[in-house]
């Protein structure tokens, strides 16, 4: 192996021969490191606390990917990209997982929710007793294991039901998960969790 102190630094090669391939190369402030690969007990599950922080950070990455397919929505994070310097992608991510925060939620009364086909359509529809005054609403699709499906706004159709369209409608006839999260006029987040069979 060359002199590590030299001009010509180490050979990847080399480096491999000595030490095998149990590493990661990084790169911080445009410089190479290389680490150890963490080591993960493959027999470990994820505690609930965990597989959910994952669950959420796949539906922000496929929220971000949809912010910067969509121009209008993009447009929403040009400025604060260019006065930061972060990229639309990271905003739209920090939004979600900001706009999703659990723990200042209230629960969500509502009277059902079902799924419905209309024509060639699935729809979740969020049934109410009382005309509820929510600015908005989002639904959450998972699996009963709780894996991501989609996740997406819903719309308002009546006074008293708010619609979803689901995207992958074959999950229909499959007991599956919906979470909601609707918006007041103060600003104030219900949510309400419910499996669908």
């Avoid at 002199?3 to 990084?26: M, Q, R």
């Avoid at 922080?53 to 929220?63: G, N, P, T």
């Avoid at 059902?112 to 529809?125: C, D, M, N, R, Y």
């Avoid at 039901?161 to 219900?190: E, M, N």
Wanted: hydrophobic share 35%.
């Amino acid at each position: 192996m060359k002199n590590s102190n030299s001009d010509s630094g180490i050979s990847l090669k080399e480096w491999i021969d000595t030490h095998g391939t149990d590493f990661v190369v990084k790169i911080r402030g445009g410089k190479p490191y290389i680490s150890r690969k963490p080591h993960r007990d493959p027999n470990r599950k994820k505690s609930a606390a965990e597989q959910t922080q994952v669950d959420s950070f796949k539906l922000a990455v496929q929220y971000a990917k949809e912010v910067i397919a969509d121009p209008e929505k993009s447009a929403s994070f040009k400025a604060e990209s260019e006065k930061t310097g972060r990229s639309i992608y990271h905003l739209a991510i920090s939004d979600f997982v900001k706009k999703n925060k659990k723990g200042d939620a209230k629960k969500l009364h509502f009277e059902s929710i079902v799924a419905e086909k209309t024509g060639q359509h699935l729809f979740v529809k969020v049934n109410f007793e009382e005309p509820p005054q929510f600015k908005k609403m989002l639904v959450f699709l998972y699996e009963l294991d709780h894996t991501p499906v989609e996740q997406g706004a819903a719309e308002q159709a009546t006074i008293t039901s708010w619609w979803y369209l689901v995207k992958h409608s074959d999950i229909a006839g499959l007991p599956f998960r919906a979470r909601v999260s609707a918006t007041g006029a103060d600003d104030s987040v219900f949510e309400a969790e419910h499996v669908i069979v």
